[in-house]
């Protein structure tokens, strides 16, 4: 049975979409589309401008939706999920792809969500940083711990994949954390360059923030099931998917689960849609079983 997943920030290359614009009339009329809609031609940054003007948050998730929705909607007939996911920002894309959200409300959904991120990633120092090789377990406990001990918050905030657990926090909750999880034998405790602490209680500013956009917003049921980060479970109702969209800012990250109960429920082709190749890693170390691909393999 065939999913189609979506990438999250992080996946944003110097280039990404100009093949597609330059070849496809459909994927030059909704870049363009997207330019009005912004004000502004990110269409610009993502062919031509530099990895710093593609990394902040308010051009990397309105990019990386534009690139993932996109090469779904330019497939045509090809495109044809039985069930859909997306990682973090990835969500947005999912919905929009599978009928949810409308391009244009998809689109000013995720660049509301990315100012309001930054504004309140701005608002006090944090960070995050890749937990590799220590049972999820364990990092639940040590942030727990570290969390009560005055120095900040640190949660888990993304289940990649078995052996990969992305923790989110005040820098000082984080860094002490990291130390306390190499001492219990973590592989690696590596602190990420990004601009704050995602899917984790800091950014409950921007929830507020969202939560009255996405209310606004007519959200219909999707031709096919959505599993939303937050439960990993399959979503076709509106208002389910409303509160869960809402929820996604300060929840964690259920990828490794999403995948699972995906594939208990049938999936066993798995096309990851937009730039980059990370979720296929990950579905990878989730079930060797299964097959993941990008488009251009199809």
Request: hydrophobic share 40%; aromatic share 6%; glycine share 8%.
């Amino acid at each position: 049975m065939k999913a189609f997943v979506f990438p999250g920030q992080g996946a944003q290359f110097v280039g990404m979409g100009k093949d597609l614009y330059d070849s496809n009339p459909l994927a030059k009329e909704l870049f363009e589309k997207a330019n009005d809609i912004l004000g502004y031609r990110i269409t610009d940054i993502m062919f031509e401008g530099t990895d710093e003007d593609l990394k902040q948050t308010k051009v990397t998730q309105p990019a990386v939706f534009l690139h993932s929705v996109i090469s779904a909607l330019c497939m045509g007939d090809a495109f044809d999920p039985k069930m859909t996911a997306g990682h973090s920002l990835g969500e947005f894309s999912a919905l929009t792809a599978a009928g949810a959200l409308s391009f244009e409300d998809g689109l000013k959904l995720v660049y509301a969500r990315a100012m309001a991120m930054q504004k309140a990633c701005e608002a006090q120092p944090s960070t995050m940083a890749a937990i590799i090789a220590l049972p999820d377990e364990k990092i639940e406990e040590i942030c727990a711990e570290v969390s009560k001990m005055g120095k900040g918050v640190v949660v888990p905030a993304n289940y990649n994949c078995p052996g990969q657990l992305v923790i989110s926090g005040n820098v000082d909750a984080i860094n002490e954390a990291c130390e306390q999880l190499k001492a219990a034998g973590a592989k690696r405790a590596l602190p990420l360059k990004v601009g704050g602490a995602f899917h984790s209680p800091l950014m409950q500013p921007a929830k507020d923030e969202l939560q009255a956009a996405i209310e606004a917003t007519e959200i219909k049921a999707p031709k096919c099931p959505v599993y939303q980060n937050v439960d990993a479970k399959p979503h076709t109702d509106p208002a389910e998917i409303k509160a869960n969209l809402i929820a996604q800012l300060t929840s964690s990250v259920r990828w490794t689960q999403s995948v699972q109960n995906m594939i208990a429920d049938g999936a066993d082709d798995f096309t990851e849609c937009g730039p980059g190749k990370a979720l296929q890693g990950m579905i990878a170390k989730i079930n060797k079983e299964v097959s993941a691909h990008g488009i251009a393999t199809e």
